[in-house]
């Protein structure tokens, strides 16, 4: 069974720049959710991809969009950066029980300068 | 709306006392609550579910439904149990999200 894997570990761009994001789901799970971590805070919502389609998100501008691939990989794009999108981002999978768990990546650290 | 609230950003022990991380949400309906933890230098993973009702690596967790808690308790602390722990809300509703608290840094002394 593989877990779910984040690429690159850690980033660094200029703010107005663009960035893509990627995560590969564990065996099984059709579902990928992408959550921002500031420093200090817990993980924020910021949506979910489920058969390739977004299925809910949070509050995060139109300049925070994804894809979902048929393998169930995903991208989180991110267009106009901003300095305060620096943060860790985690990409989660699961299946759609509401009451199964999910797994986490280590995360990508981008940070906006 | 569902809330998650941890009240204590850092949280020291000594090994070998008792230990209890609160938690206390908000949720329109009945919830089945979940612990994370994410050690140092690794990834966020589940530590336990309200609804299995599971004790892992010593901690365990009661839904006080009278006081919306869901606090994580362990007796006896051990060095390896510092990290980082979340309290979360599953999905419910509409909502596709986990709703996590902001965090407690347990550092457990020697």
């Known amino acids: 069974e593989t877990g779910v894997t984040q690429s690159p570990t850690h980033l660094i761009k200029t703010r107005g720049q663009q960035v893509t994001l990627r995560c590969s789901s564990q065996?099984?799970?059709?579902?990928v959710s992408w959550y921002q971590q500031a420093l200090g805070q817990g993980p924020q919502f910021i949506f979910q991809?489920?058969?390739?389609?977004?299925?809910g998100r949070g509050n995060f501008p139109p300049r925070f969009s994804g894809l979902q691939f048929p393998n169930y990989s995903s991208e989180l794009n991110v267009n106009a950066l901003e300095l305060d999108d620096s943060a860790l981002y985690l990409c989660?999978?699961?299946?759609?029980?509401?009451?199964?768990?999910?797994?986490f990546g280590s995360g990508t650290r981008l940070t906006v300068v | 709306a569902q809330r998650v609230t941890q009240p204590e950003k850092l949280l020291s022990v000594f090994k070998g006392a008792p230990v209890e991380l609160k938690c206390n949400y908000s949720?329109?309906?009945?919830?089945?609550l979940f612990w994370y933890v994410q050690y140092s230098r690794q990834r966020l993973q589940l530590l336990l579910r309200?609804?299995s009702r599971e004790s892992i690596k010593g901690f365990t967790a009661d839904l006080n439904k009278g006081e919306t808690s869901f606090h994580l308790k362990k007796p006896f602390a051990q060095e390896e149990d510092s990290a980082m722990y979340y309290c979360?809300?599953?999905?419910?509703?509409?909502?596709?999200?986990?709703?996590f608290g902001s965090g407690t840094q347990l550092t457990v002394l020697p």
């Open positions: 979360a809300l599953p999905p419910w509703g509409s909502a596709r999200q986990l709703t």
């Open positions: 949720y329109s309906g009945s919830p089945e």
């Open positions: 309200h609804i």
């Open positions: 065996s099984g799970h059709n579902t």
């Open positions: 991809y489920y058969r390739e389609e977004e299925n």
């Open positions: 989660a999978s699961s299946t759609m029980d509401r009451e199964a768990g999910y797994t």
